[in-house]
């Protein structure tokens, strides 16, 4: 039976619902995403792109001129015949409705980007030893409606005649439409199977329903921190976009994580999901905890690169409490030319 979808205060702010905080997590974990464009996209990708070593690629880093503009997903790599000489940018957005011009939101994202690059290079006006990163730009869709056709500027621009076509640059964009594919033969690992079975249910409102089927993709795997962590977040969304139960809740898992893990798991959820506050997938009593972390974590990587932190830097990284914005500027942290360069981004 199908549920109603649950109405969160989320819901009202564009890019804060609950579908895109899940993607933006989940998928930002490099084995879930390689897996993601190994098994749903084109098999060019996985044929030519280096999908074993994706390495986090800041999603907020544009200055605070453009602090509004933030890439839900993105990732660095190299072309596999290429020795790693020829990086790869993979920028990702979720959608939860068909938006066409989504492809303006990547274009903007990859434009700026390879000026930074550029920019961060000195501008060097000779391709002899500097060149821009072949872009692969996905589009992971999970909404109710078709999305009819496929992404390409020429739909977006006023029509003109064919002689004047070839001024409209093509961009070629990955789309990835989940409603279009059965839940019961889901291709890539089971990691990555629960997360696509996760995002479709909770659009078609089988989520609770199916919480058995998701979590059982689980039953032979080790249960580390990381597969833990995925699988709270995956209950916790569940609870967002619809109602679990306690009796829900322990049948689901206690039927597939067998023994005392699964008993222990139950105690844990069932605590967060008490006070559920979505802050990147988190329960609220979690997520100061493993803010503090992630906070400590940023301060850490500046202080060993840059010795000194500004104050005022300092004070800012103290304030924050988005767990997915703190794991951006880590990474940001770790690929920076200069501490001013980092002040600058999160001003």
């Known amino acids: 039976m199908k549920r109603q979808p ?43 792109v280096d999908l074993d070593n994706l390495k986090p690629e800041p999603t907020q880093n544009f200055g605070k001129k453009f602090k509004e503009l933030v890439k839900d997903i993105a990732f660095v790599s190299h072309l596999v015949d290429k020795k790693g000489k020829s990086e790869v940018l993979i920028i990702a957005e979720h959608k939860s409705k068909p938006e066409p011009f989504v492809i303006l939101q990547l274009l903007v994202y990859l434009v700026f980007t390879w000026y930074k690059r550029w920019t961060d290079a000195g501008r060097p006006q000779s391709t002899k030893n500097f060149r821009l990163p072949m872009p692969v730009l996905v589009v992971l869709y999970n909404g109710k409606d078709d999305w009819k056709g496929e992404l390409n500027i020429r739909d977006l621009v006023a029509s003109v005649p064919p002689e004047l076509e070839q001024f409209i640059p093509e961009v070629k964009v990955l789309l990835i439409r989940l409603n279009r594919f059965d839940v019961d033969h889901l291709p890539g690992k089971p990691e990555t199977q629960a997360v696509v079975e996760s995002m479709i249910r909770a659009t078609d409102g089988t989520f609770v329903a199916g919480l058995e089927s998701i979590l059982g993709r689980f039953t032979d795997l080790s249960l580390d921190d990381r597969i833990n962590e995925l699988i709270q977040d995956i209950i916790y969304y569940c609870d967002l976009v619809e109602v679990v139960t306690p009796d829900e809740l322990d049948k689901a898992i206690i039927n597939t994580i ?9 105690q844990t959820i069932k605590k967060g999901i008490s006070q559920i506050a979505w802050e990147g997938g988190v329960a609220a ?10 906070v400590e974590t940023l301060l850490k990587i500046l202080r060993t690169r840059f ?41």
């Open 285 to 294: 009593g979690e997520v100061k905890g493993r803010v503090e972390g992630k």
């Open 307 to 347: 010795c000194r932190i500004p104050k005022d830097v300092e004070k800012t990284i103290l304030s924050m409490t988005d767990p997915v914005a703190l794991d951006s500027y880590a990474v940001h942290a770790a690929t920076c030319q200069s501490m001013n360069e980092f002040a600058e981004a999160i001003r």
């Open 6 to 48: 649950k109405q969160t205060k989320t819901d009202t702010k564009p890019g804060l619902n609950p579908h895109d905080r899940f993607a933006r997590k989940v998928i930002g974990d490099p084995k879930i995403a390689a897996d993601l464009l190994r098994h749903y996209t084109e098999p060019v990708v996985r044929e030519h």
């Open 258 to 266: 067998k023994g005392e893990k699964g008993i222990k798991m139950v």
